[in-house]
């Protein structure tokens, strides 16, 4: 695939230090939008790398929302950290072969199409989708899978978890609030689901955190047909290290680093599709990896916003059965960008204006019941290769 | 009684065929509601039923915040089924002996009256009501208790469950995440409020999903004094069928289809008062019905709205204790104009824009708090009838 | 401490008897701050007490968020009711001496100083806070820890409870939905928190409606090492008047009308740090008593108010363990302060207009991100004395 193709009509180069003062160079970058630039360089010669990254991702969800790429100047490594759409690359900068290697692998329009089918069907369906989740989660967890086009069951009662799951298209299995009688519940809801080959999602919330719950993750994972293992960095890291522990020693603290190795060993070796959310999140199921970009800054300010991407892959789970690594980048893709569009206020006729956390998370609900396959299209930013 | 009274002095009658590009008919009715007009006729004759129906259950939340009365033009089905406010009959339309049936049957003035009655009781006393709800439902009920007026109090430990009911107002029993402790304290608590005639109201949740929830829902209905009992088509459907399996073998599944039918039949063989919340809701006491078609589109696209009503059926049961028939139809109307406040955006001085469900449940919650004597007589739609 | 120096140069005095029709008073003291005033006197004259309280507390908000002192004109009863600025004395009125008293006591700078560094330490440190809450409040507890800068954890399992209070910085007891498996985990997190003096935070929610909640109550007070015991005037009264009942007869009935005996009383016997929340709020340590007035009158609309507050207490408690007594103060001044904030729109970029219950729960949750030391240092109504 050929690098993407931009409009270079109106070509806006930022400079910071000619801003006047009490201006923030976001306000400037989303007047010139508004004004009609067509392509954004962010262009910082001064500032260290972290505070290059953190301006990045600000600009992002803003370039996004009005269709306008946004290139780093010179630094790769921040293209890559916050998924810009280019880098740009004078004479004195770096050798242009290797800066051009994030453009040539992305955007992967195969699978953001398959997320956009996936998303369709969810809509058209309505699949049942049968949690066992935590006390925390429960209420946004429902209302996201209502928004999205889902139909959300909550039963942990061993006296119905099994005849639930006989009629539901996907089975969520989250750690967040464990109990033993929860506990009973996705074990024979679990058992059900592995039967009739129903697709089960695990989210291990806090699965580092006591032996308890790295006992119960791993029971549910071993003994029965787990699909989809969704949890953040450190949770991922965790089961992977856990097990490396058992087989490497202590060779599983340098694992850690290195997020791709993580996902993808941990996919092979458990034959599950792997999903680690994060900036960015990473997806794999051993042979393929997608990377996906699109993430507003307050998902983590918000409580179940992990527990809720779950839920969401429960959905796309239920319609993508032949491909649960579709599903569970489906779910991310989703999320992400319906984050960014109730940040950037692009939702809907009468979008909520994000004040702070609790603004955000009603906009977010808001963006999800208006995400749709254009939006999807040209906003979503996944890497994906053959590995 | 008689026909309604309209105001004719400035009628609308549409015509989507002469609307400007780009201009929404729901706008423009909008805008010529602000202009002065007294009356709206929907004329549509090239569009098919369900989009007619669709684009009457637009206009009339929007009419009804302003007072003006919505007719239809020709389609008695359709005002049916929308609960407009009444039909248009022209030399070439339907006989008018048929048209002006539902004009006389509603608005119910007695019925309205008392429901006003009973929210404002509900103002001045605070009703204490004990909920055994779900944990999906148990924050949204608690809030939509407090914003209407009464005070919830959520309590199913049984070393606890009979003392809170003995000084509480009413008991909700919901069977939304079943789970045998909880059953146990459903148990305890329905026990004591039959001893002290305290109203029960059970909220069947998934009720014909698992024998083990219609098991507990029967005993709950058989074992004690269950005023109330509130639930979706298919829940009241699933518990009118189960009877009807045990007693008229496979005739139950006819029985589904007439809903006046199922909700006077169970209400006389249970000796409850029957509310089927739907499109429109029925409420009957076996010798009463009553229909509410009071209802925004965004209802059904949010988690617990079912589950609050029964919370709001709680609070007008413990005001209403010699006539729960006129308690389940006031929490219908509360939930019911509420709903329409807050997606037409007339609710208090400052309403939230609803730009999806999420915005739409915050501002469903301001519109509880505001909700009004006055504003429930101007905008209620209920038909009432003596079976 | 000599009297706060008022900047004096625009002074607007209020004469409700002046307004034109259909203008409130309020809005009207909000055009003329906007104007240019720089201190305001509330003069009723013919106005009932509690229509007068009413009055000045509506204003209070509108003021302080402006940095704007608000003057009682006469009436000392009703500005140590609201916690207003000061009260204006004219030559026929109270004599002076008595009049000064409230301005000699606060703004207590000190304690004032301390929140604020505290705040700065949640912030900088992102305390873990263990919280074993009532199924309603889990969610909103967990959204508030986030928004002020903690990070919360829910875990009653006793396979995990103890492990889990191993590593966070504070414990949250909440027995707002008893039942005998949290009871359990409440006891084991207790017992280690005990031993490692991991500050403990009982909210003992609703202990005076049975006798089970009282005894649980009492148990992990008594026998665990509770730092601070925050509740509602019922339910601290409760729990004293209990206490009394043993030791002094009937008497408890007559303390109860006494909140200062109460706190001072109760932290005393118990040695703890007891808030107890109102209209003001009172905190005593034993020696030291303050009174917090920062409240929005929608803060007793919503559910979990007290139970999020308890959470607050946890993250202040995590970062000042030297000092409980301020941490009690840092959550009521920062639910206080942020609630004003939201109620009066006046936080972040684009505040939400608060319209009722709904939207101030979510505008809360904004002002509690915003939330900075200036803001408290400007808005803070503080009383404190040494006992």
């Given at each position: 695939?050929g690098?993407?193709?931009?409009?270079?009509?109106?070509?806006?180069?930022?400079?910071?230090?000619?801003?006047?003062?009490?201006?923030?160079?976001?306000?400037q970058?989303?007047?010139?939008?508004?004004?009609?630039?067509?392509?954004?360089?962010?262009?910082?010669?001064?500032?260290?790398?972290?505070?290059?990254?953190?301006?990045?991702?600000s600009?992002?969800?803003?370039?996004?929302?009005?269709?306008?790429?946004?290139?780093?100047?010179?630094?790769?490594?921040?293209?890559?950290?916050?998924?810009?759409?280019?880098?740009?690359?004078?004479?004195?900068?770096?050798?242009?072969?290797i800066?051009?290697?994030?453009?040539?692998v992305?955007?992967?329009?195969?699978?953001?199409?398959?997320?956009?089918?996936?998303?369709?069907?969810?809509?058209?369906?309505?699949?049942?989708?049968?949690?066992?989740?935590?006390?925390?989660?429960?209420?946004?967890?429902?209302?996201?899978?209502?928004?999205?086009?889902?139909?959300?069951?909550?039963?942990?009662?061993?006296?119905?978890?099994?005849?639930?799951?006989?009629?539901?298209?996907?089975?969520?299995?989250?750690?967040?609030?464990?109990?033993?009688?929860?506990?009973?519940?996705?074990?024979?809801?679990?058992?059900?689901?592995?039967?009739?080959?129903?697709?089960?999602?695990?989210?291990?919330?806090g699965?580092?955190a006591?032996?308890?719950?790295?006992?119960?993750?791993?029971?549910?994972?071993?003994?029965?047909?787990?699909?989809?293992?969704?949890?953040?960095?450190?949770?991922?890291?965790?089961?992977?290290?856990?097990?490396?522990?058992?087989?490497?020693?202590?060779?599983?603290?340098?694992?850690?680093?290195?997020?791709?190795?993580?996902?993808?060993?941990?996919?092979?070796?458990?034959?599950?599709?792997?999903?680690?959310?994060?900036?960015?999140?990473?997806?794999?199921?051993?042979?393929?990896?997608?990377?996906?970009?699109?993430?507003?800054?307050?998902?983590?300010?918000?409580?179940?916003?992990?527990?809720?991407?779950?839920?969401?892959?429960?959905?796309?789970?239920?319609?993508?059965?032949?491909?649960?690594?579709?599903?569970?980048?489906?779910?991310?893709?989703?999320?992400?960008?319906?984050?960014?569009?109730?940040?950037?206020?692009?939702?809907?006729?009468?979008?909520?204006?994000?004040?702070?956390p609790?603004?955000f998370?009603?906009?977010?609900?808001?963006?999800?019941?208006?995400?749709?396959?254009?939006?999807?299209?040209?906003?979503?930013?996944?890497?994906?290769?053959?590995?």
């Amino acid at each position: 695939m050929g690098p993407a193709a931009f409009d270079l009509s109106l070509y806006l180069v930022t400079d910071s230090t000619l801003l006047p003062p009490g201006v923030s160079l976001i306000s400037q970058v989303e007047a010139a939008i508004r004004g009609g630039v067509t392509i954004v360089q962010l262009r910082e010669k001064k500032i260290d790398t972290r505070e290059f990254v953190t301006l990045a991702q600000s600009l992002i969800p803003i370039c996004r929302s009005h269709g306008v790429p946004l290139l780093i100047n010179d630094r790769l490594d921040v293209a890559l950290a916050t998924g810009a759409d280019g880098v740009h690359v004078g004479q004195s900068d770096m050798p242009v072969r290797i800066v051009r290697v994030p453009a040539d692998v992305k955007p992967n329009v195969d699978i953001v199409d398959k997320v956009i089918v996936a998303l369709k069907l969810i809509r058209e369906r309505t699949p049942l989708v049968h949690n066992i989740t935590n006390f925390v989660a429960m209420n946004d967890s429902a209302n996201i899978l209502l928004h999205i086009g889902g139909s959300p069951i909550m039963a942990h009662d061993t006296n119905e978890a099994a005849a639930i799951v006989s009629f539901c298209g996907a089975l969520v299995l989250n750690i967040g609030t464990l109990y033993p009688p929860f506990i009973e519940g996705m074990k024979v809801a679990a058992a059900k689901a592995s039967t009739l080959s129903t697709p089960i999602v695990l989210d291990p919330v806090g699965v580092g955190a006591t032996s308890h719950r790295m006992q119960t993750a791993l029971t549910l994972l071993n003994d029965y047909k787990v699909t989809i293992l969704r949890g953040n960095g450190g949770e991922i890291a965790a089961i992977a290290g856990q097990q490396g522990a058992q087989s490497r020693g202590v060779d599983s603290v340098g694992a850690v680093e290195s997020p791709e190795k993580i996902v993808q060993g941990l996919a092979k070796q458990k034959g599950v599709v792997v999903a680690m959310t994060g900036k960015p999140d990473y997806v794999s199921d051993g042979r393929r990896l997608a990377r996906v970009h699109n993430k507003s800054r307050y998902l983590p300010m918000i409580t179940a916003s992990g527990c809720m991407v779950a839920a969401l892959t429960g959905a796309f789970a239920a319609v993508c059965k032949d491909d649960p690594f579709v599903a569970a980048v489906g779910a991310l893709v989703a999320m992400g960008v319906a984050s960014e569009m109730a940040e950037s206020g692009h939702s809907g006729p009468h979008p909520l204006k994000v004040n702070g956390p609790g603004t955000f998370r009603i906009a977010l609900f808001d963006a999800i019941s208006h995400l749709d396959g254009d939006t999807i299209k040209r906003t979503a930013r996944v890497d994906f290769e053959i590995l």
